[in-house]
């Protein structure tokens, strides 16, 4: 089991059709837009540009 997750890796996972940085912008899009997921994630102790994800912050951002 992975401890940390990059921010990248995740974009690229969900976005793998666009190109590195496209996946980044798309991927922080989401989190703004979906209903509840900035929240969420902010009690995990997420932050804008945080480059590291703890499992819990990738598990919240799959479950949206």
């Given at each position: 089991m992975r401890v940390r997750g990059s921010f990248g890796a995740l974009?690229?996972?969900?976005?793998?059709?666009?190109?590195?940085?496209s996946a980044l912008r798309q991927l922080r899009n989401e989190i703004r837009i979906t209903r509840?997921?900035?929240?969420?994630?902010?009690?995990?102790?997420?932050?804008?540009?945080k480059r590291l994800l703890s499992p819990r912050q990738v598990k919240v951002i799959e479950e949206y």
């Open positions: 974009a690229m996972r969900y976005y793998p059709d666009l190109s590195y940085k509840g997921l900035l929240p969420a994630l902010q009690e995990c102790g997420y932050h804008e540009h």
